[in-house]
C-alpha cells in the first residue's frame, strides 16, 4: 500500500503551530500564576496593615476586658456587606467592625499554630507578623472570605486580631488582567502563525523555482538547471545536472546505436537486392536471402536493446512542433510520389509539440507518411490528439487494407506483404522500436473508411 503524500510546508507549519500554542499555553499559566500572587499579596499587606493598626490601638479594659481607643473603621473597612472587616477576640468580650453589624466572623477550621520557641509570646509594642496566618472561609451571608488571623498579647491578656477582605477583590481583579493578557496572547499569536506562514512560504519559495526550472529542462526551453541556487538546495541541483549530463550521453549513446544499426543494414540490404534482381529465384537464392533478413534482423535487435538500455534512465527531450514537421514530411512525401495524385489532410493544433528529437519523429513519421503514401488510393486524414501527457497521431489511408492476421505480420522485422512494392520490410518495426524508446507505441488498425489506420504514440512536450 502506497504511503500516504506528504507536504514540506503542512509539517512545518504543523510543527511551529503546536510549539506556539505550547508556549502561549505556558505563558498563560505563568503569568496568571505571577499575577494571582501579585494581586494576592497586595490584599495580604492591606490586611497586614489592618492588624498592625488594631494591635496598636488595642488595650486592656481592666480584667480580662479589652477595648479600643480611637476611630478604627476607616474605608474599606466602614461598609457593610462588602467583606471587608475585622474582629478582635479576648477572653471576656470581642470587639468587631462596624461594618459586620454585631455578626461574628466565623474562621474556618485552621491547621494548629506551630510551636513558639519558650519565651512568651510578643508584647504589643514589639509586634511583628511573622505569626500572620492566612485562611480562606465564608461570612455569615455566604460571602467567600479571605481572612488574616495574627494572636498577641494586649497586656497580659491575649488576643486574636482577624481581618478579612472578600476573595473577589483577588479574582476580578485577576480576571480582568487575564482577560486582557488572554486578548494579548491572542494577537500575538494570530501575528505568530502569519509571520510563521510567511516565512515557510519564504523559506519554501526555492523549491518551486526549482520545480519551474525542471519543467523547463522536461519542456526543452533549457539544458541544464541554474546553478545559483540556496546553500541547502545546491547539492541537489548538483546532482540533478549531472544526472541530466548522464541521460543526454545516454541518449547520444542510444542515438549512435541507431545510426550503426543503419550502416550495418546497408551492406547486407546490398547484397539481397543484388540476390533478387540479378539471378534467378532459386532455392538457393532463397536460403541466401533467408540468411540475409535473419543477419538484419539480429542486427536490429541488438542495436535497438542497446539504445533502449542506453536510454532506459529517460532522455533529456526536447521540443518538436508536431504540425510543422508532419506538413514538411508530407511536402516531401508529394514530390516523391508526384505521379499519384493524393489528397493528404490533417488536423493538427498547431501549438501542440512532443518531446522528442526531430530526427527521430522524422524516422517514425516518415516510414508511416511512406506507406500511407504508397497504398492510398486518393486520400490520406492525419488528425492528432492530446491525451494527458502522451499525444496520439493517426494517420489513416483509403488504400485497400490488411487483414487481422497481416497485420499482426507487417510490424515483424523484414516482413514484406506485397513483394512488388519496393523496400524492405524495415520501416513500421523501426518505427515501432523508437516510439517505444520514447514511452510511446505503434498501432496498426483497419481504417474505418477501409484502408489502414497508424496510430503513433508519443510523449507530449510542455506536460508538468
Known amino acids: 500500500m502506497m504511503a500516504r503524500s506528504t507536504s ?16 502561549l499555553i505556558v505563558a498563560t499559566v505563568a503569568i496568571g500564576f505571577v499575577l494571582r500572587h501579585f494581586v494576592q499579596s497586595q490584599i495580604d499587606q492591606r490586611l497586614d496593615t489592618q492588624i498592625i493598626f488594631l494591635s496598636s490601638v488595642v488595650k486592656s479594659a481592666g480584667g480580662s476586658r479589652i477595648a479600643i481607643s480611637g476611630a478604627t473603621d476607616g474605608p474599606p473597612f466602614d461598609r457593610p456587606g462588602r467583606g471587608w472587616y475585622w474582629q478582635i477576640i479576648g477572653p471576656a468580650n470581642t470587639l468587631r467592625s462596624q461594618a459586620l453589624d454585631g455578626a461574628d466572623i466565623a474562621l474556618p477550621n485552621m491547621p494548629p499554630k506551630p510551636p513558639k520557641p519558650p519565651p512568651r509570646p510578643p508584647r504589643l509594642e514589639d509586634v511583628t507578623l511573622d505569626g500572620v496566618r492566612p485562611a480562606d472561609g465564608r461570612a455569615s451571608d455566604g460571602m467567600p472570605l479571605h481572612f488574616r488571623v495574627f494572636e498577641t ?11 478579612s477582605a472578600p476573595r473577589a477583590a483577588v479574582f476580578v481583579p485577576l480576571r480582568i488582567a487575564m482577560t486582557t493578557l488572554a486578548v494579548s496572547l491572542l494577537i500575538l499569536g494570530a501575528a505568530l502563525v502569519l509571520a510563521m506562514i510567511f516565512q515557510v512560504r519564504l523559506g519554501l519559495r526555492p523549491l518551486e523555482t526549482l520545480r ?10 533549457s539544458e541544464r538547471l541554474p546553478e545559483d541556487q540556496p546553500r541547502e ?48 529465384h532459386g532455392a538457393d537464392d532463397q536460403q541466401e536471402a533467408a540468411q540475409l533478413v535473419a543477419l538484419m534482423e539480429r542486427r536490429i535487435r541488438h542495436h535497438l536493446g542497446r539504445a ?12 518538436t512542433p508536431l504540425a510543422q514537421r508532419l506538413r514538411d514530411i508530407v511536402d516531401a512525401m508529394q514530390k516523391i510520389h508526384a505521379g499519384k495524385a493524393i489528397a493528404a489532410t490533417t488536423d493538427i493544433d498547431p501549438s501542440l509539440a512532443i518531446a522528442c528529437e526531430q530526427q527521430d519523429f522524422d524516422e517514425m513519421a516518415g516510414n508511416l507518411v511512406d506507406n500511407a503514401f504508397k497504398w492510398t488510393q486518393s486520400r490520406i486524414t492525419m488528425r492528432a490528439v492530446a491525451s494527458g501527457p502522451m499525444i496520439q497521431l493517426t494517420i489513416e489511408d ?65 506536460v508538468t
Open 8 to 23: 514540506l510546508s503542512r509539517r512545518l507549519l504543523l510543527g511551529a503551530g503546536v510549539f506556539i500554542a505550547l508556549a
Open 308 to 319: 533502449r538500455m542506453a536510454a532506459l534512465s529517460g532522455p533529456a527531450r526536447v521540443r
Open 212 to 221: 519551474r526550472s525542471i519543467v523547463d529542462v522536461r519542456n526543452g526551453a
Open 233 to 280: 538546495v545546491a547539492p541537489l541541483v548538483s546532482e540533478l545536472n549531472a544526472l541530466l549530463a548522464e541521460n543526454a550521453a545516454n541518449l547520444d549513446r542510444a542515438r549512435a546505436h541507431v545510426a550503426n544499426l543503419a550502416h550495418g543494414l546497408k551492406t547486407p540490404l546490398a547484397t539481397l537486392s543484388l540476390a533478387l534482381t540479378g539471378r534467378k
Open 153 to 163: 498579647l494586649a497586656g497580659d491578656i491575649p488576643i486574636t486580631i482577624i481581618a
Open 398 to 462: 483509403d488504400g485497400p487494407g490488411l487483414s487481422d492476421a497481416d497485420i499482426a505480420k507487417v510490424v515483424q522485422p523484414g516482413t514484406r506483404l506485397d513483394e512488388s512494392a519496393p523496400g524492405f520490410g524495415f520501416g513500421l518495426p523501426i518505427a515501432r522500436e523508437l516510439a517505444e524508446l520514447y514511452g510511446g507505441g505503434l498501432v496498426i488498425a483497419k481504417a474505418k473508411g477501409g484502408g489502414l489506420a497508424a496510430t503513433l504514440t508519443l510523449p507530449r512536450a510542455g
